[in-house]
Structures are given as C-alpha cells and as structure tokens.
C-alpha cells in the first residue's frame, strides 16, 4: 500500500488561510470516512487534530477543519497562529474483509510567516 | 487524564529481539483497539500493527508481518510489542496509540505516548 501525498511544505501569514490536500485511492480515502489528520512539533508526539474527515476532537480549536472530495482529503487551518508551525500528517484506513491496513502521508511542514 | 508511557526501547544488533512495552492508565483499557505506530529518524509516521479490545485479533504492516508480534495484557493495563529479527530499517521511535475516540469499532490514533527509540546497528 503506497502513502498517501501530501505536499512537502506550505507556508502563510498569521491571520491567513492555509489547504493541506491528502490524495490517496479508491482503496483508502476514496472508500472511507476514516481520515484523521494529525499535527506534530519538533521533538513531540503526534497529536490528532481532525477524525472521521471533519469531526474535531475535545480541545482542539475551529480553526481546523477538515474535508474530502473523492480520493482527496483536505485539512485547513484558518486565522494562522504561530503555534500553528508544525508538520501535519494525514492517515486513511485502508483494509479490507481480510486484512487491516493504515496508511499516512508523507507529511506536510507548515511554516507561519 | 488519559496516560500512555513507552519503555524498553535502545540500541540491538540486526537479527536480535527486542521487547517494547506500554503501560495505560485513565481510561478503560479493555475496551479499546490499541496500535504501534514508528518513525525513523527524520521521516513520516509509519503504521505497524493493531490488536483489539480484547486481544482476539491483531494485524500488522507487511513490513513486520512475520517478526513482530502485538500482545496485551488487560488486567495489567500494558500493550507489548515482541520484535524479532531486527533490521536497520526498523530503526525508529515507536509509539503505542489508542484508537479513539469512541470505544467502537476502528476510528483514529486519538491518545499517543511519548515514544521510545529503538535503534538496530552493528
């Protein structure tokens, strides 16, 4: 199973808007709602930011959202903070009825301006 | 307060063992799948292996398919992960990860531990 592709580095201003697309397969994004994005800090352990493609755990801000279309999800953050500069992972299921699988992107640096 | 702590990582030659451990606290362990999941050195997070609620059924990458082995124990709040036959491409931090949110059926990698670093070089 292939990773996920993600853009290497986006960058924004504060206050700006920034995408971060996932582009996967019919396999993986494109067959289920289990996309969870996740937001990781140098030295630091990953820690998800959106599940089910759009639902937003306890504690994490509406600046993030999340979305999909067909074999692309997509994570936008707005009103960019400076705590916001991270890398960002996305991660798709990608079983089957006879085995289980995850996969994630190869990870995207946000750097805020 | 949800709490995962890895340990037993370090440096082995290729081909040796290595156990890893995870202890759970602040939630009700057996009723969640729990995974490892790894980063080498620089890289994107990599899957490496499930096991469910109960330890009925465990799954894993094809990349370890074969030499690591996910266990559990419930009435000691631990998930474990036996690696055999090491390689240097298994050189990473390996994170143990609940699946979460909700206890039910496969969701996202909602808690994470800190991690701990497993090295495999002559």
């Known amino acids: 199973q292939s990773a996920l592709t993600q853009p290497a580095s986006v960058s924004g201003s504060p206050g700006q808007s920034i995408t971060i697309s996932c582009t996967g397969t019919?396999?993986?994004?494109?067959?289920?709602?289990?996309v969870s994005w996740y937001q990781q800090h140098p030295g630091k352990a990953p820690k998800l930011i959106i599940y089910?493609?759009?639902k937003r755990p306890s504690g994490i801000s509406n600046r993030f959202s999340g979305s999909k279309s067909g074999n692309t999800a997509s994570l936008t953050i707005s009103g960019l903070q400076a705590e916001d500069e991270a890398d960002y992972y996305c991660c798709s299921y990608a079983g089957s009825s006879t085995f289980e699988n995850w996969v994630f992107g190869g990870g995207t640096k946000l750097t805020v301006l | 307060q949800v709490h995962l702590a890895e340990s037993g990582g370090g440096v082995v030659q290729p081909g040796r063992s290595l156990r890893l451990s995870c202890v759970a606290s602040?939630?009700?362990?057996?009723?969640?799948?729990m995974h490892w999941v790894r980063q080498a050195p620089g890289k994107g997070l990599e899957w490496v292996a499930v096991?469910?609620?109960?330890?009925?059924?465990?799954y894993y990458a094809d990349s370890v398919k074969g030499r690591f082995t996910i266990s559990r124990d419930n009435s000691k709040n631990m998930l474990y992960l036996q690696m055999n036959s090491l390689r240097a491409e298994d050189t990473a931090v390996y994170y143990c990860?609940?699946?979460?949110?909700?206890?039910?059926?496969?969701?996202?990698?909602?808690?994470w531990g800190q991690g701990t670093l497993v090295t495999v070089s002559s």
């Open positions: 096991i469910w609620y109960d330890g009925s059924g465990s």
């Open positions: 089910e493609v759009t």
């Open positions: 602040g939630f009700t362990f057996s009723s969640y799948g």
């Open positions: 019919s396999s993986d994004v494109g067959s289920y709602s289990l």
């Open positions: 990860s609940r699946d979460g949110p909700t206890a039910a059926a496969y969701d996202a990698f909602d808690m």
